[in-house]
């Protein structure tokens, strides 16, 4: 559960990490908030922090869950390639919107395995 529990928190800090890169390019790109337009590579980065918090919501429970009912380990290294898929995003978005498959489909498909598969193992576990 120790290995679940630090790929979650290193889920989070990259998150936070995405923020202060959002921070940053509001300062360099003269974009005040509360707004989320303005300049195109801030709204790129700022795109990148949403889309990951968006994700998040999912990823989060489904590990949790998933680590507690099916396989601790499964769940944690699912973790592991979401991080790495977001870090893959954030590259090829902020060079390209257009090249972002690779980097998306390193993220949703770890949390499409452990939505899925843990949903199969808690209903035939109840059933």
Known sequence: MELLSLVILLALLQ???????????RGTYNVDAPATTGHEVFERQYRVQMNTLELLLVLLPCMVI????????????????????RFVFLKSYMADPKKRTVGFLLSILPIL?????????????II
């Open 15 to 25: 998150y936070i990490y995405f923020a202060i890169l959002v921070g940053k390019a």
């Open 66 to 85: 998933f680590g507690q009912h099916v396989r601790v380990d499964v769940a944690a290294y699912a973790g592991f390639v979401f991080i790495i898929g």
């Open 113 to 125: 395995v452990l939505l899925l598969w843990g949903i199969f193992s808690l209903a035939t576990k």
